[in-house]
């Protein structure tokens, strides 16, 4: 052994060079365990190293299948009104799309976190899309008198459930009934029910994706047992 300083010879059993005194830096190879050396392979060609949390989300792939799946469902829920089938079976697509992008066998809470993630997306899709099929309908095929018509049904449909729901409010009904007839009113409810709809499209991509997760976990004990 040579000083990394002054290059006088050293024993191996010192820590300090004997001529200038500086500290000696020593090196002992560890041995890789198997588990840790080896890569274990998951779905097609992927892979990953064991002991990586599985409830950390790997955001650049967990956005990028959301949005690969977020135009699909979201182009179904405005063309077919929102259904909770495929919106569901979004989520559990998700989780695995992402399993195969990363290796990754998720948690649980990363399950919620990317069938979140892709009910945001597809519920702006979804509405984006509702938007521009009004705005074609008024405009392009001119149905704005059977669009309002909707809209005014609707709004009366509200008040005759307010006057069931609370009798004491029967005075405002006709405030309630003339506001949901102009176009703040129209507004209003177009933006409620783009609202509910994605906040719908969350739960229900979210519990998806738990659910995939689940589908994924017995998945791989089945085939760990076989």
């Known amino acids: 052994m040579l000083c990394h300083r002054c290059s006088t010879a050293l024993n191996t059993s010192e820590s300090f060079c004997p001529h200038c005194g ?8 560890v041995e890789e365990t198997d588990e840790a050396a080896s890569v274990q392979t998951l779905g097609q060609g992927s892979s990953f190293t064991p002991g990586r949390d599985p409830g950390v989300v790997l955001w650049k792939p967990a956005i990028l299948t959301a949005a690969m799946l977020a135009l699909p469902v979201g182009i179904l829920s405005s063309l077919l009104d929102f259904g909770a089938l495929w919106v569901i079976g979004g989520g559990i697509m998700a989780i695995s799309l992402y399993r195969r992008r990363t290796g990754l066998m998720p948690a649980r809470s990363t399950g919620w976190r990317i069938g979140g ?10 509405n ?10 008024r405009y392009l095929l001119h149905n704005g008198a059977s669009i309002d018509r909707q809209f005014q049904e609707l709004g009366q449909q509200m008040t005759t459930q307010m006057a069931h729901s609370n009798p004491e409010a029967a ?3 006709p405030w309630f009934l ?7 009113g129209t507004a209003a409810m177009a933006l409620m029910g783009a609202a509910g709809s994605a906040l719908a499209m969350l739960l229900f991509a979210a519990a998806g994706g738990a659910i995939g997760v689940r589908i994924a976990g017995f998945g791989s004990r089945t085939a760990r047992s076989s």
């Open 22 to 29: 500086a500290p000696q830096l020593r090196y002992e190879p």
């Open 117 to 126: 993630l892709l009910g945001v997306m597809a519920a702006f899709v979804a």
């Open 128 to 137: 984006a899309a509702d938007g521009l099929t009004m705005v074609l309908k």
């Open 171 to 173: 005075a405002t009904i």
């Open 178 to 184: 003339h506001f949901w007839l102009t176009p703040d």
